[in-house]
């Protein structure tokens, strides 16, 4: 069993005005808090894991699949995405995603 304490995980740098906090993880998952300044971008991009995001606070724009999928997502929504589909975010205010992938995101961890 893992336990993390968020308030002993430092932040790094994820992005212009993007910070992200690497939770608890193992080989098969990982937890990852990610801190976004109002207009900051997750640009679109794919990775071969799957992922599930949690809107903790704020408002952004999901793009899924192509930029034209748009969808506004606020706190409480989740969101899926599959092995190397194409998604990103738009911060339309200041705002937390927690995101889970399995496998874990190694590059997360260098």
Do not use: W
């Not at 900051?40 to 606070?57: F, L």
């Not at 606020?74 to 496998?103: K, Q, R, S, W």
């Amino acid at each position: 069993m893992i336990c993390c304490k968020n308030q002993d995980v430092p932040f790094t740098p994820a992005g212009e005005n993007v910070t992200r906090k690497v939770l608890a993880h193992d080989g098969k998952m990982l937890c990852a808090e990610v801190h976004f300044q109002r207009g900051s971008i997750g640009a679109m991009h794919t990775h071969p894991h799957e992922q599930i995001g949690y809107v903790v606070s704020g408002t952004f724009e999901l793009l899924m699949g192509s930029p034209d999928n748009k969808r506004i997502i606020t706190a409480g929504d989740t969101y899926y995405t599959g092995p190397n589909e194409p998604h990103g975010v738009v911060a339309l205010t200041d705002g937390i995603l927690l995101d889970v992938f399995t496998p874990q995101r190694e590059d997360f961890l260098k």
